[in-house]
């Protein structure tokens, strides 16, 4: 998936059960002082592919590069 068809507030799948909802797009979510990137997001996990489904509600940052090399598609 390319990182311009990445928008908030969308749901995206990596094609093996697991759901993440995109909730912002910005250079503040940072992983680490002194990342070179500044397209950084931040989502949601609403389902991470286990069975008790235990990290549902968590939420992490990535670069929008390496969020766009997981997704596989869009999900409704």
């Not at 998936?1 to 797009?25: A, E, F, Q």
């Not at 996990?45 to 549902?56: E, H, P």
Request: hydrophobic residues 25%.
């Amino acid at each position: 998936m390319k990182k311009t068809d990445i928008k908030i507030g969308h749901t995206y799948s990596n094609g093996k059960g697991r759901l993440r909802k995109v909730v912002d797009i910005g250079p503040q979510y940072k992983l680490y002082d002194g990342q070179g990137c500044n397209e950084n997001m931040r989502h949601e996990v609403v389902n991470d592919g286990s069975k008790s489904n235990r990290t549902a509600g968590e939420q992490h940052n990535m670069t929008l590069a390496a969020f766009a090399s997981w997704c596989k598609e869009e999900v409704e």
